[in-house]
């Protein structure tokens, strides 16, 4: 299965972002969409799985959960919007963590793009930036990857210097 993940866009939603999500056969959000529109248009485009952030409205909070704990090409995915990093992790995510033991774990919310292995839970962590102008982040970020049998691929960086 071939994914296009972002966060952050608070309200952002731009033909770059669109072009580097076209090919993807599924759209993951990992919170801070900023407004119910932005939803809608990644929905528009393909299967979304998203969760709330923490700058997110009711119309947002009440379509999308707090976090998602799913399954793609084989392999465990937990996502809420604040997670922390491997070894500094939310202490709300930590025990997500505890409980659902995934072999990916997904979140947003830092505005820092992170692709890193936890040796600890045995599971990779994803955090894909900001894709929007909100922030202090030098650049828009979105990531692309495959998921297939219990592994991930081919991944891609979009990476856009703020105007």
């Not at 090919?23 to 119910?36: T, Y």
Request: hydrophobic share 35%; with cysteine.
């Amino acid at each position: 299965m071939y994914i296009g993940l972002l966060s952050d866009t608070h309200g952002f939603f731009d033909g770059e972002l669109a072009s580097f999500l076209a090919p993807v056969e599924e759209i993951w959000h990992a919170g801070d969409f900023g407004d119910s529109a932005t939803a809608e248009k990644l929905a528009s485009l393909h299967p979304l799985v998203g969760v709330y952030g923490n700058c997110d409205g009711q119309d947002i909070r009440l379509t999308y959960p707090a976090f998602q704990f799913f399954e793609r090409g084989g392999m465990s995915i937990l996502m809420p919007h604040i997670g922390g990093d491997p070894g500094r992790y939310d202490l709300r995510a930590q025990a997500l963590i505890e409980q659902y033991r995934p072999q990916l774990f997904v979140c947003g919310h830092s505005h820092i793009l992170r692709v890193e292995n936890d040796r600890h839970y045995d599971m990779m962590t994803l955090n894909p930036g900001a894709c929007g102008y909100q922030g202090w982040q030098q650049f828009r970020t979105a990531l692309r990857f495959h998921i297939d049998g219990g592994t991930i691929s081919d991944m891609e960086l979009l990476k856009i210097p703020k105007k």
